[in-house]
């Protein structure tokens, strides 16, 4: 027990160097897709991509090798807990509330897979699962056994149920369904950024950075919740978070807008991973771009760490690192980054 304290000790002190010796450099993590369980299909004109998956040990293995490498100089610490984490791991209420918390955000990114994909997946499958398809040359996107046009807003059709009483008398009337694609405005205004296989659901950005930076709150706290990293986990991090004693007013986890109709809120990794790559292309082709403001810089995710990688410290939360030059390529665009820092802030939403 005691060569187990000091290990950890001497863990400890090497990252807590290493994280206080790269901030004084502007240094980031940088955080491999592979950490994430990202599945990506680039064949049509704008990138998509699922996490259809838990990262097994086989993955999880491969990602903190590559981490090792994106981060040479931190490879020793890459295992290393803070203090309050390590702390925190002994504390039974935490570790409950954050098993809870982990098996529900996992059920609510399957779900989410699910609603993106028309064809039952397995409760076991190996992965990955199959995504759904972006859409192919002629504008459309794979509806079963045939294509259903997807050209933009108001191009789907079907029938609504409608009580008798309402003027109808078989109670069923015709009314028109909203199909979407990559690219469309969205139901809030916003840029679909992702779309289902049938169009009627997905996931929209906003067309502009919120007015103010702002730090992502909570410095120094282990949280047992917004650890969700997948497609579909965004909103349950912000929600999960405003339970929480070190919410404060003025954070980036403040400022999302969970109140109204619409529900804007910070993406989680994996979503800010497939946005930043989907505004980029979407800005490169003059034919359809719109504005979109300036899209470049360091973003904040909702997400305080990545699941299956071992790092944790509470003075850490994951940003997107975007290049201020549109025309540079995405190069490891999840960062580990200080809490304490104000950077800037970009809201999706589900539809």
Request: net charge neutral; with cysteine; proline share 7%.
């Amino acid at each position: 027990m005691i060569l187990k304290k000091v290990s950890v000790v001497c863990l400890l002190g090497l990252f807590s160097s290493g994280v206080m010796a790269g901030s004084s450099e502007n240094y980031e993590l940088s955080i491999p897709d592979s950490a994430l369980g990202l599945v990506w299909e680039r064949s049509g004109d704008f990138p998509v991509a699922s996490t259809p998956y838990v990262i097994d040990g086989k993955v999880q293995t491969d990602a903190i090798a590559e981490m090792g490498t994106l981060n040479s100089n931190f490879e020793g610490s890459l295992t290393a807990l803070d203090a309050v984490f390590w702390q925190a791991k002994f504390d039974h209420s935490y570790m409950t509330k954050a098993s809870s918390f982990w098996n529900k955000v996992n059920n609510v990114s399957d779900r989410f897979q699910e609603s993106m994909n028309p064809s039952p997946i397995p409760t076991r499958a190996p992965y990955p699962y199959p995504i759904a398809p972006a859409p192919n040359s002629s504008n459309t996107v794979a509806s079963g056994a045939v294509n259903k046009p997807a050209v933009g807003i108001g191009s789907g059709s079907g029938s609504d149920y409608v009580p008798p009483e309402s003027g109808s008398e078989s109670g069923l009337v015709f009314r028109p369904r909203p199909v979407y694609s990559l690219g469309d405005v969205g139901p809030a205004g916003g840029l679909v950024f992702i779309v289902s296989s049938g169009g009627t659901r997905g996931m929209e950005v906003q067309g502009k950075d919120l007015k103010n930076l702002g730090a992502w709150g909570c410095l120094n706290v282990a949280l047992p919740v917004t650890f969700g990293d997948r497609l579909g986990s965004g909103m349950l991090n912000n929600y999960s978070i405003r339970k929480t004693s070190c919410f404060k007013d003025g954070s980036a986890m403040s400022r999302t807008q969970l109140e109204n109709d619409y529900r804007w809120h910070l993406p989680s990794a994996s979503e800010f991973r497939l946005m930043s790559e989907f505004l980029l292309a979407y800005s490169k082709k003059s034919s359809v771009a719109k504005n979109i403001g300036h899209f470049g810089g360091s973003y904040w995710t909702s997400t305080q760490y990545i699941q299956p990688l071992p790092l944790r410290d509470s003075s850490l939360a994951v940003a997107g690192i975007v290049p201020e030059d549109s025309s540079l390529p995405l190069v490891n665009p999840l960062s580990y980054v200080p809490r304490s820092r104000t950077l800037k802030i970009r809201l999706i939403r589900t539809f």
